[in-house]
């Protein structure tokens, strides 16, 4: 065997480092070519100018979709079109470790109502957290039609924060809305049950028995407290409260703003009689309560008493109603679509202008007097969305194949387009705030039928187009699919109002924001135990998780907390261990904790799931489970060498000193040329360059110690300290190299 | 409405002429300020803009709109081909199409996913459950490479497999439907990775290890001889059924490998049909122990020069196994190394250190391997292998005896591609092929038959697989390359610390490539990538009615319309329902709590569009019938009360419609159960660590609430009302703090007392024992104090 001899191959960093091949513009295919080949027209060619993203360019809106019953948020870029992520919010997700490490999965049973793990949720229409009616892109919020939750996302990280389950709610309606300055994020019930977890008689208790609500979540904002750079708001249980009210279906709501700030409008309906309700929630703040369920109610009576309460009678069932930007109207989208005037609702409120009662005793406003205007745009109208120009709508019609802009203030209709799909719900990005853009309106396609589309199977994804509303004309431009989601409505705001982070402080508990007590950094790595309760603290880095070797017995409580030492950019670790079902992502900088039962004993490697270097597979460990009542002895780890292997190892050890020098060399010249050209100037370049250094400051301890066994004649060790010393410089010249490859491209502009 | 004339420059000459004199630079785009409207009217409309304005205010160059156009697939062109990606540890699949390059599905393999229902319904759930190992719950995986079926070397349109690499399973997909059919787990391994990958008429699927164990799943002490003696790798060869789709685990073998960390594979086609060749690192057999002073197995897995190509006849492996020549490890064929050797079917060949990509040309006769830490890709010749296997032309043997034949006797030449050099993929064109060059991140095309390199493309970050279209079959397209970025840094919007993946399409129909679209991965890491014609593939869009999607015949649970009905018996009620046009069958549904129910649903439509989503309020129960599809919800009727049964038509913008109520009647005992599985499981939770809110909401809990709702109190007992136990309000008045203590540490101390016998009588539970903690008795008791104050002046 010639295993330490043979040297045929030398790893030649230099050669590849100056010979670049420059792309250069070629021509020999031109645009007529490839119009010609694939059937373009003109009209095709210039939406794929709109919405080709060239490389590396940032899409002008964030969009967040409803996805349905994935429980799952989708954002996605306009006008690219292109999903960036999901993010677990009601629903499990491996991925991200979302309900798979300890602190999401205890986030998520401590805010249910019986410290269960839930496994979906059903997300449709989510609010951006506000400020004077705009929104601040700091918090995402969504209500979970399923399971009766309520979410708030931080958008610092795009992680779910909080999930809280209603205590009295069964069924929640799955949109939200939020008040101007976020002071209250709203959900209510869709269908009426019972709050007793009672069995009731829905054709006898029906009115008795089944109730309808409206939720109001204190939702409280603190700038950066944890000093972990995340603003960490919370919706706090303790401070919120629900309106009462008789069974009523409730659907599609909106919160007023400006001179309509204060109140809440919805649609309700009972009975085949459709309604809008409106709640003065200004007033139903001062009211006292009473606890149900651990959970503030105030009740139908003293909401009527403080006329806090009305309807507004509407003659058909109403798709939507939304809150124009600056809450002087509401409109209502139907086959006959309402606009009604706040100020005439606040006048009927202030005066008790009610027509009449609803049975059960809720003031009735005339819809005429209240009214400004209603308009037929079409049949199947399912959605209003405003934009940038004041009084320009945009409505769907379902049956029409259309879409249809028109005029709330003068109830005329400017313009329509005649679509290849019937459409569902709309969204202009920052259309449901108090500054509306423009330009680009989405069409959600439910039935998403296209003869040329691919043949996948009999589950599709959900379809939304991009209509350019820039101009006059409305064109389609875009035929997004997003699969893994039952698509409903969505929010878009602009890129430069999110401002997220790229990296943890190190230690972060991402749920909460803090620092987490588990933090463990270089050099304290640590297993402790107690009784059967086994707690690893790890560290993860390119390419290494410490601990590697873990033993433990069967039966033992195990926890791995694991801190991703990495600052660099996307540099993310993940760990599992085979077989047993655990699975945590460590962005760099986070902490997190997986917790099992070594209940079969035996020889588990683990390892990082995340492809994070050129030695990612070398990134393992072994986790050894002893039986109960094993007897066997240890052993001594290592095999002794004979003379031979061991003058084989000192001939390894020299012969890797020359390869460590040469690759300094090549460190030396991408450092020379990286300050020759003032990589400082580039923050992308100063980061790469910022983490090689660390990379390459991780060596030292290893030049030590190899350097130290050398001396004792302990070449096997010399020799493999020296290997961990190259892989240091490795991984610093590899992230130089990149470094200095993109500063190349920087300098050649 | 009449479209209006579009003000577009169509002649090629004008256009660049004109794109030149806007001397518009291609931008990497991290200067964060490019690329949107100026702020003065943030927002506002744009008005009508000609191709040039647009072309401007984008930013775009003439490559970006050929890159354009090239790509943009408008609704009446149909794509082109169909990925198959590995979801990595989001354990699934993932699919988009070409060259648009817009994500069409997520296939569920070992996770759950509500949005499609798998691991919701009882039928689901049968296969996850049928991915357990040793009893373990596994709702998770780490899926890596995936296969197509093959006939005659070319992707047959039939099925694809794919592996797992954290709980050794391979799951068969049906691409008829594209739902997971069959899931196989491997019964010696802990750890694969180098699978799934099918032999050339699909009779066999490989599945190689990663990280060496015992095979008989045993303890033994980590020391490096029984490292060498116990720990093995291996390589599974399943009998697979290209007809029935299934594999025949029965007919499988396992052939041992030395303890090498094993790595990519890939079959022999053609010429090198009937043979196999796995890559392998950590030939070293190192392992290692920073945390006890030894080197990191980084140091230790990478400190020779080479590795091993694995080489295997399989034909003649199988013979050996119709010979018996086998033994049985947990029920399984294993060939020991002992008898592949005298059998001559085993052999090595020195590879480039750490190599990942192991790819048979299309004709089968070179085999090239690219090692992550040399600059070359070595090009091996199957004929010069089979002539030193002839000549037993060996240099030596490994320490399990296996031969070993040398480097240059197997070579057909190496040539140096870049650095990091991982993965191959073939072109149509005879001789070429495309390296993906992980630390110089680029493409490098080659021809490895006459060793020169013709071309280069830089790709974005960290370039893992490569993918071209049908480019590991015998009939490989050319024309799309896809690079698999693992980092896409500064590529797309920012969405915080979690990246997506940066997958670029590649134009590979002229000499040059060219980087046509940065597409980003939202959810999952894709490890390994396949593309095929979408012309090949042959779907469906409805079932049979009645059909069991998971098995694929009529499920016993089938419904006609107008036979619906709901059974009980005993403690188990049996739903037989229906949905047809928007409607469930029966509406309501009437149990009493702690009833077993089992409701099967048959959807009688057979339209495409013909999809509902049947669901039941904060029961977490939910499943999505595809059209003639029947299925099973299977839960315990927990908790009693009123609970809406939605229906959601999912191919319709309208919401959820209220079908009826689950009403579960109140039963005090089955009451007790509920509460008693709850503390159960709150007792599981504080053995993880314990729940500790933001500071924000902890400021709104009084001293020590959070103990109590952290030990689950709150399941039982109120203040000033009697709940499931007694009321709290001022029970610090009438026990002493000794007894409270006692008490709750440990209630069946007291269980004989009188005044406890009597309560357990009135509410037909026992107090039971949460493992309190001495430290946070103290805590409940001091929150029980003070919840009692607050509640007395509130009053």
């Known amino acids: 065997m010639k295993l330490f001899t043979r040297r045929i191959l030398v790893l030649s960093l230099a050669i590849f480092m100056f010979g670049g091949f420059p792309q250069t513009v070629d021509a020999q295919q031109t645009l007529n070519d490839v119009k010609e080949e694939r059937g373009l027209t003109d009209s095709d060619v210039l939406a794929a100018t709109k919405t080709f993203m060239p490389r590396g360019g940032r899409d002008e809106y964030f969009g967040f979709v409803g996805t349905g019953n994935s429980g799952t948020m989708a954002v996605y870029g306009i006008p690219s079109m292109r999903i960036y992520k999901y993010v677990g919010v009601f629903s499990p997700e491996p991925w991200q470790g979302y309900g798979f490490d300890d602190e999401s999965t205890l986030m998520l049973k401590k805010g249910s109502l019986d410290n269960r793990l839930y496994k979906y949720g059903d997300m449709r229409y989510p609010a951006l957290a506000e400020t004077n009616g705009k929104y601040n892109g700091m918090y995402l919020f969504y209500s979970d039609g399923a399971n009766s939750r309520i979410a708030l996302l931080g958008l610092d990280d795009f992680e779910t924060k909080q999930v809280l389950m209603h205590p009295l709610f069964i069924n929640a309606y799955a949109g939200v809305a939020v008040t101007e300055n976020t002071e209250y994020v709203i959900q209510t019930s869709q269908y009426p049950t019972p709050w007793d977890g009672m069995q009731a008689d829905v054709s006898k208790d029906y009115d008795t028995k089944f109730k309808s609500g409206v939720t109001f979540w204190k939702f409280i904002d603190t700038e950066d407290k944890a000093g972990t750079g995340h603003h960490i708001g919370r919706m706090i249980k303790e401070e919120s409260f629900t309106l009462e009210l008789p069974p009523y279906t409730l659907d599609y709501f909106d919160a007023g703003r400006m001179g309509s700030h204060g109140y809440v409008v919805g649609l309700a309906s009972k009975s085949g009689q459709n309604y809008i309700y409106v709640v003065d929630f200004k007033s139903l703040s001062t009211l006292g309560t009473k606890m149900v369920n651990n959970f503030a109610v105030v009740s139908l009576k003293d909401a009527l008493a403080a006329n806090a309460v009305a309807m507004i009678k509407l003659p058909a069932a109403a798709k939507s109603v939304k809150v124009n930007p600056d809450g002087k109207y509401f409109l209502t989208a139907g086959d006959e679509s309402f606009v009604f005037d706040f100020e005439k609702v606040k006048n009927a409120f202030a005066n008790k202008t009610y027509s009449s009662n609803t049975d059960d005793g809720i003031p009735i406003i005339d819809t005429d007097a209240v009214k400004h205007g209603s308009i037929q745009l079409g049949n199947g109208v399912m959605d209003v969305v405003f934009e940038y120009r004041k009084g320009v709508v945009y409505s769907s019609a379902y049956d029409d194949k259309k879409v249809i802009r028109w005029n709330y203030k003068t109830m005329k209709k400017e313009d329509e387009i005649s679509l290849s799909f019937k459409p569902g719900q709309l969204m202009v990005p920052q259309g449901a705030s108090a500054e509306p853009h423009s330009n680009y309106l989405t069409v959600v396609d439910k039935e998403g039928l296209y003869d040329n589309f691919a043949e996948i199977g009999p589950v599709r994804p959900s379809f939304q187009h991009l209509i350019d509303i820039s101009s006059n004309e409305m064109v389609d431009i875009y035929t997004m699919t997003i699969p893994q989601a039952n698509l409903y409505g969505s929010v878009a705001v602009l890129r430069t109002v999110i401002k997220p982070i790229i990296r943890y402080p190190l230690g972060t508990n991402t749920r909460t924001g803090e620092i987490s007590v588990y933090k463990t950094v270089a050099g304290q790595e640590k297993i402790e135990r107690e009784g059967n309760r086994v707690h690893i603290f790890g560290t993860m880095i390119r390419s290494h998780i410490t601990p590697e070797i873990v033993e433990v017995n069967e039966g033992d409580v195990v926890t791995f907390h694991l801190t991703n030492l990495e600052r660099a950019e996307d540099e993310t670790h993940g760990f599992t261990v085979d077989t047993y079902g655990v699975h945590g992502s460590f962005e760099p900088g986070k902490t997190a904790s997986l917790t099992f039962t070594a209940n079969r004993p035996g020889v588990f490697p683990y390892y990082c799931t995340e492809f994070c270097s050129a030695l990612h597979l070398e990134m393992e460990g072994i986790l050894l489970i002893k039986p109960k009542g094993w007897k066997g002895e240890k052993g001594e780890v290592k095999i002794k060498l004979t003379e031979e292997q061991l003058l084989g190892y000192k001939k390894n050890y020299e012969d890797k000193l020359v390869v460590i020098d040469a690759t300094q060399d090549v460190i030396n010249s991408v450092v020379t040329f990286l300050k020759e050209n003032n990589y400082q100037d580039y923050p992308y370049v100063e980061a790469l360059v910022v983490d090689a250094f660390d990379q390459l400051g991780q060596a030292a301890s290893s030049k030590e110690k190899h350097e130290k066994y050398a001396a004792e004649g302990k070449w096997k060790d010399a020799f493999l300290w020296a290997e961990q010393y190259w892989q240091y410089q490795v991984k610093t010249a590899d992230v130089g190299l990149r470094a200095k490859k993109l500063l190349e491209e920087k300098i050649s502009k | ?795």
């Open chain 2, 1 to 795: 409405m009449e479209m209006k004339k579009l003000n577009i420059i169509i002649s090629d000459h004008l256009l660049f002429a004109f794109l030149l004199s806007l001397a518009i630079v291609f931008s990497t785009g991290c200067d964060d300020t490019a690329k949107t409207s100026g702020s003065d009217n943030l927002g506002a409309p744009r008005g009508d803009e000609s191709f040039g304005e647009v072309v401007k205010r984008r930013g775009l160059n003439a490559d970006d709109i050929l890159a354009a156009a090239k790509t943009y697939t408008p609704d009446n062109l149909t794509e082109e081909y169909i990925t198959l990606n590995s979801g990595g540890q989001a354990g699934n699949m993932i699919m988009y199409t070409v060259p648009s390059m817009r994500l069409v599905k997520y296939v569920p393999t070992a996770a759950r996913q509500p949005e499609n229902g798998f691991g919701f319904s009882r039928e689901s759930m049968d296969m996850m459950e049928s991915g357990y190992i040793d009893g373990q719950e596994l709702v998770w995986g780490d899926t890596h490479h995936p296969g197509f079926s093959e006939t005659e070397g070319k992707y047959n349109g039939k099925w694809a497999v794919i592996n797992d690499k954290a709980n050794p399973r391979i799951y068969v997909v049906d691409l008829k439907d594209w739902e997971l059919k069959q899931t196989v787990i491997n019964p010696i391994f802990r750890s694969d990775h180098g699978g799934a990958f099918f032999t050339q008429d699909s009779r066999y699927i490989l599945e190689a290890s990663q990280y060496p164990a015992p095979f008989d799943h045993k303890y033994y002490p980590l020391t490096e001889a029984n490292f060498q003696k116990y720990w093995r790798g291996g390589l599974t060869y399943w009998r697979f059924n290209n007809e029935t789709g299934k594999i025949d685990e029965k007919n499988s073998f396992t052939l041992e490998f030395p303890p090498y960390t094993q790595d990519l594979s890939d079959a022999g086609k053609n010429a090198s049909d009937g043979w196999s060749f796995t890559n392998s690192f950590c030939t070293e057999m190192y392992f290692g122990g920073i945390e006890s002073g030894r080197p990191p197995f980084e140091a230790g897995c990478s400190s020779r020069d080479v590795d091993y190509l694995h080489v295997v006849n399989w034909k003649k492996a199988e013979k050996l196994i119709k010979q018996g020549k086998y033994d049985l490890i947990r029920g399984h064929k294993v060939i020991s190394i002992k008898t592949a050797i005298e059998n001559n079917i085993l052999f090595l060949i020195p590879e480039p250190k750490s190599p990942h990509g192991v790819d048979v040309s299309p004709d089968g006769k070179y085999i090239v391997v690219a090692g992550k830490l040399d600059s070359h890709a070595w090009v091996y010749s199957f004929d010069k292998i089979m002539k030193a296997i002839d000549e037993k032309n060996y240099e030596g043997t490994d320490t399990y005896g296996i031969p070993i034949i040398a480097l240059e006797t197997a070579l057909h030449g190496s040539l140096e591609v870049g650095l990091g050099p991982l993965h191959n993929q073939f072109d149509d064109e005879p001789g070429v092929i495309y390296t993906s060059i992980y630390v110089d991140s680029r493409i490098t095309k080659w021809d490895y038959i006459n060793l020169k390199v013709l071309d280069h493309v830089s790709s974005h970050y960290n370039v893992g697989h490569l993918v071209s279209a049908h480019g590991d079959a015998v009939d490989p397209r050319g024309k799309y390359l896809i690079s698999l970025n693992k980092l896409s840094i500064d590529r797309f919007n920012p969405v915080g610390p979690l990246h997506p993946q940066n997958h670029q399409l590649i134009d590979i129909d002229g000499d040059k490539m060219r980087v046509l679209y940065d597409m980003p991965l939202p959810m999952g890491e894709p490890h390994y990538t396949i593309m095929m014609d979408l012309d090949e593939v042959n779907s469906f869009d409805t079932y049979d009615v009645g059909t069991n999607i998971y098995t694929n015949v009529k499920s016993k649970y089938y419904t006609a319309l107008g036979k619906e009905s709901i059974k009980t018996k005993g403690n188990n009620v049996t739903v037989f329902g229906t949905i047809m046009d928007g409607k469930v069958t029966p509406t309501d549904i009437s149990v009493k709590q702690g009833s077993d129910v089992l409701i099967h649903l048959t959807n009688h439509g057979q339209s495409k569009t013909d999809h509902y989503v049947y669901e039941i309020a904060s029961y977490d129960q939910m499943y999505r019938w595809r059209p003639g599809e029947t299925a099973t919800l299977e839960f315990n009727a927990e908790k009693a009360g009123m609970y809406p049964l939605l229906l959601d038509d999912y191919h319709h913008p309208d919401g959820r419609q209220l079908q009826g109520y689950l009403t579960v009647n109140f039963d005090e005992a089955a009451n007790s159960k509920k509460l008693l599985a709850y503390s159960a499981r709150v007792q599981v939770d504080m053995q993880m660590q314990a729940f500790k809110p933001s500071a924000i909401e902890m400021k709104n809990l009084l001293d020590g609430e959070m103990e109590y709702l952290n030990y689950g109190c709150n399941a039982c007992h109120r203040f000033g009302e009697e709940f499931n136990g007694p009321d709290l309000l001022m029970v610090d008045k009438r026990r002493t703090e000794e007894w409270l203590t006692s008490w709750i540490t440990n209630p069946e101390h007291h269980m004989k007392d009188a005044d406890i016998e009597a309560m357990r009588q009135k509410y037909k539970l026992a107090m039971p024992d949460q493992n309190v903690s001495d430290e946070d008795v103290k805590k409940i008791i001091t929150y029980i104090k003070l919840r009692t104050q607050q509640y007395m002046s509130e009053q």
